[in-house]
């Protein structure tokens, strides 16, 4: 699916003394597979062009665009559409309904009317993902799961019913570093296999280089950059001037460039760091 972002504003409380503008003249276009972060910092207006591009806010002006109909119209054309836009919020709570986990999962599939056999496939399938045991989670009450169950759960629900597109939204919040790392592995793995379309907002310059390929960075509503995740999270000018720090392989290949070091300085990971550090190291048989 094609989504086309054109000069898109949203105000919140229009002609109101609440009126908050969060969004404003944004242009973007995202192509089917691609894997877009969005970053920027608290109050920029992310969660809100998510929610824009799930169709659940209508415009304040300009235009979201699923294959050429409006997100939000109230069309059994758009209503498709959305249907294939799967978004885990930012907070999670506000999509858990049901009272087991096993059927908050099955919620999804069971609505596009897949069989009662099809469906527990997807429920096991989804919790595997999400790291989710599916023996120990049999009768527990969603709203009583920790912090990062309860995220699981929600991208549980939302990845049962494959959507073709998918918007997390902060998805590494209240999870541990392990649990984190493994999480963003299968879930890697699975949009590579099915050619998703991943949009992932984050203020974790980690999860965004190991997820996207693509950077958008937006800053008091508007787009501030966009291009190559290398090039954006390694451009220390524009990060410090939205309050973000490079990534810390980002700033040590850095400062070795400034001691003489003919290093790239625009890998983002650590491994990518090191193999970066060990090529130089070799290619100069250790002299600087
Ligand atoms: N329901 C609402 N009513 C009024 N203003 C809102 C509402 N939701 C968000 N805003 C305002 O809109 C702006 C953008 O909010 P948004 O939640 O999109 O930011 P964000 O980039 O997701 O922030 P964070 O990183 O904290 O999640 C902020 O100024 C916020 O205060
Ligand atoms: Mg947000």
Same mark, same amino acid.
């Given at each position: 699916m094609l989504i086309s972002v054109e000069g898109l504003g949203y105000t919140y409380a229009p002609s109101t003394p609440l009126a908050r503008t969060a969004l404003r003249g944004v242009d973007l276009e995202i192509?089917?597979?691609e894997r877009v972060g969005i970053l920027g910092p608290t109050g920029s207006g992310k969660s809100t062009l998510a929610q824009l591009i799930a169709g659940l806010l209508r415009p304040t002006s300009g235009h979201v665009l699923l294959d050429g109909v409006a997100a939000h119209a109230r069309t059994a054309d758009a209503r498709l559409r959305r249907l294939k836009v799967g978004m885990a919020f930012q907070y999670p709570e506000h999509q858990i309904f049901e009272q087991t986990v096993p059927r908050e999962?099955?919620?999804?599939?069971?609505n596009l009317g897949l069989n009662?056999?099809? !469906? =527990?496939?997807?429920?096991?399938?989804? %919790?595997?993902?999400?790291?989710?045991?599916? !023996? =120990?989670?049999?009768?527990?009450?969603? %709203?009583?799961?920790s912090g990062g169950e309860m995220r699981r759960l929600a991208l549980a629900g939302i990845l049962a019913m494959r959507p073709p597109v998918l918007i997390l939204d902060e998805p590494t919040a209240n999870l541990d570093p392990r649990g984190r790392q493994e999480l963003l592995t299968r879930v890697l793995t699975w949009q590579a296999e099915t050619e998703l379309t991943l949009i992932v907002i984050s203020?974790?310059?980690?999860?965004?280089?190991?997820?996207?390929?693509?950077?958008?960075?937006?800053v008091a509503g508007q787009v501030a950059a966009d291009g190559p995740a290398r090039e954006v999270l390694s451009d220390r000018p524009l990060l410090e001037d939205a309050s973000f720090d490079v990534p810390p392989p980002v700033a040590l290949l850095q400062a070795l460039r400034q001691s003489g070091w003919a290093v790239a300085t625009n890998r983002l990971l650590a491994e990518e760091a090191a193999t970066e550090i060990a090529q130089v190291w070799s290619s100069t048989g250790g002299m600087v």
């Open positions: 192509r089917q597979g999962v099955a919620f999804g599939p069971r009662d056999a099809e !469906v =527990e496939a997807r429920v096991a399938w989804a %919790l595997d993902i999400v790291g989710l045991d599916p !023996v =120990e989670m049999a009768d527990r009450v969603p %709203l009583t799961l203020h974790n310059l980690d999860d965004l280089a190991r997820l996207a390929e693509r950077v958008v960075l937006l």
